[in-house]
């Protein structure tokens, strides 16, 4: 894998990394047009680029930029790599749609209510062009109640379980393969978000996409959806594409009537102010977002500057061998929540997860029934015990050889008194 050097200089990133920042948007103005320009004169590490390109998710924006910048200073076989590519992405995005589409007249059949999301829908509202926005799965947000019946709904026709996640079920298609994620919940639980699904579809909206009206989340809870999902990848110890912050955006720079004074109004509301305040201000320091200073909380200014050179870094180098987060991952969480109870979850979670018994602490040591609450003892005994045997070195030969000369009855002493 590619390995760049965190920065050329204490104001600039790398060169190909700066350049995948401007070619990341659909629209330039003429500084940064003429920044592509002076960039494209330098000896670039091309594979380097085009693999940062396709990691952050991002090659149909770099393509579609680099057509209108100077050709003769892009390798030829860069920019023909670049439109297979390309091509092949709008391709699978065509094919995930239909694939939306047949999901969403099959729900509708059952009068299961839903949400599409994400996907093809973020790609028509944002990017204005299904080609634009790569993405490798659907996803459906259902009504809590139906949420149950919908994925047997879907497991009779084609799909079959491939995993349960808390909040989600990633669902599979045997003949096509396409993946579809059903949830219940946008967010896992881990990470505190809780819109009241009734009021999002009293707010829903005609999307039009590929020809189609998909009735789906309007430009504002979109918005707060986005910030959520960039900071759940952050906070969540995986990697996070360039794209995440490109959705943002290219969001708020085709819809330039969103009411702001919503935005406030609901991130406040769920607790996710702080969050969005930062979230803009990462899509405008990266990919110059046109997006206003906002009334909204933001981390203190030694939290800020910690959050945003962890975020810059993380993109930059995360796909490097050796590459280690500057921030764990429940320090980042912690530090862009603003209520109390949003910053601890992660905590509590790790606390009922300690608490919580199971089988295996049934079958590390068998209480009769009266006894069972005491598993919540045994728990953490067998966890810690568990860890213990884990790290704990292997035996040198000669210790095991003592060990077996006590065992045989030769020892004396204090172990002698233990057989």
């Known amino acids: 894998m590619q390995t760049w050097s ?53 090659l149909p924006l770099v393509h579609q930029t680099l057509k209108g910048a100077t050709q003769d200073r892009i390798p030829p076989e860069v920019m023909k790599e670049l439109q297979q590519l390309s091509g092949a992405i709008l391709r699978h995005n065509l094919f995930l749609l239909t694939k939306l589409l047949q999901a969403i007249d099959l729900l509708r059949a059952h009068e299961i209510p839903m949400i599409p999301y994400k996907g093809p829908v973020v790609a028509a509202l944002a990017y204005g062009n299904i080609g634009l926005r790569q993405f490798s799965d659907i996803d459906i947000l259902v009504s809590p109640s139906r949420y149950l019946e919908a994925r047997d709904v879907l497991l009779e026709n084609g799909y079959m379980l491939g995993r349960e996640l808390g909040n989600e079920f990633a669902l599979v298609h045997e003949v096509d393969g396409a993946h579809l994620d059903l949830h219940r919940a946008i967010m896992p639980t881990r990470v505190p978000f809780d819109p009241d699904f009734e009021a999002y579809r009293q707010r829903l909206m005609p ?70 305040s930062f979230s803009l201000l990462m899509a405008r320091q990266l990919v110059g977002a046109p997006a206003p200073e906002l009334a909204l909380p933001k981390p203190r200014p030694p939290d800020l500057e910690i959050l945003s050179s962890y975020m810059t870094d993380k993109l930059m180098n995360q796909w490097s061998p050796g590459y280690r987060d500057r921030l764990p991952a429940r320090r980042f969480h912690f530090k862009v929540r603003e209520r109390w109870r949003d910053k601890l979850q992660p905590y509590f979670l790790d606390l009922r997860f300690v608490v919580t018994p199971n089988e295996r602490d049934e079958a590390f040591l068998r209480l009769p029934r009266p006894l069972w609450p005491l598993y919540v003892i045994v728990r953490p005994v067998r966890l810690i015990r568990e860890r213990y045997q884990r790290i704990r070195p292997p035996a040198e030969p000669e210790t095991v050889a003592a060990s077996n000369r006590r065992d045989s009855g030769t020892g004396s002493g204090p172990d002698s008194s233990k057989r």
Not at 245 to 271: K, M, N, Y
């Open 6 to 58: 965190t920065a050329t200089s204490a104001d600039r990133p790398p060169p190909e990394f700066e350049l995948l920042l401007l070619c990341a948007r659909t629209k330039l103005d003429q500084v940064d047009a003429t920044r592509i320009e002076k960039l494209l004169q330098q000896d670039l590490d091309w594979s380097g680029f085009v693999r940062q390109a396709i990691d952050h998710q991002v």
């Open 207 to 276: 999307i039009a996409v590929a020809g189609r009206a998909i009735q789906s989340l309007g430009p504002e809870d979109t918005l707060i959806v986005l910030c959520m999902q960039m900071v759940k990848d952050a906070s969540g110890g995986r990697p996070v594409p360039l794209l995440k912050i490109c959705d943002i955006a290219e969001l708020v720079r085709v819809q330039p009537h969103l009411d702001w004074q919503f935005v406030i109004q609901e991130a406040e509301a769920l607790g996710c102010a702080q969050l969005v």
